[in-house]
């Protein structure tokens, strides 16, 4: 009995050993990225920081503040912004915009027209961005 289980075990050690072993072989393929370039896209995604002129009072932010909001909501009528909110920290970095538009220049233009950044309330920073066409959230 001991020399049979000597022998699959031999048996064993040699089918595995010519190559790497077969977990070996499936973690080495797991580790090569599957991307189908069809399914990818460049959008925009654009950094709202807190801006160099805060000083407004409330009433005068809180305008500026829908008007932000319904220039926000004009852009996604439009299908030019696909994805905005603000970050729930109370730092620097006030909110992202993800915009599909055609170039880099037009979503900064976007962001431009911005009754916030006009008023700096906020600046923007914009940066090309390539994920899958139609992504979403969970």
């Known amino acids: 009995m001991k020399n049979i289980l000597l022998i699959a075990a031999l048996i064993g050690i040699h089918v595995l050993t010519p ?3 077969a977990i070996a ?10 991307v189908d370039l069809s399914k990818m ?4 995604m654009g ?11 409330s009433t005068e ?12 909501q004009r852009l996604h009528k439009e299908g030019k912004l696909v994805m905005a909110g603000p970050f729930m920290d109370d730092g620097d970095i006030r909110g992202i915009v993800v ?8 979503a900064v233009r976007l962001t431009e027209q911005d009754p916030a950044v006009k008023a700096g309330r ?3 920073e914009v940066h090309p961005w390539w994920a899958e066409r139609g992504s979403t959230l969970p």
């Open 19 to 21: 190559g790497q072993s």
């Open 25 to 34: 072989q499936d973690d080495t393929a797991a580790e090569e990225p599957v």
């Open 41 to 44: 896209k460049v959008y925009y």
């Open 47 to 57: 950094f709202l920081k807190r801006g160099p002129e805060r000083s407004q009072d």
């Open 61 to 72: 932010a809180m305008k500026i503040q829908k008007q932000h909001l319904l220039h926000m």
């Open 99 to 106: 915009y599909d538009v055609e170039s880099l220049e037009e």
């Open 122 to 124: 906020l600046t923007v």
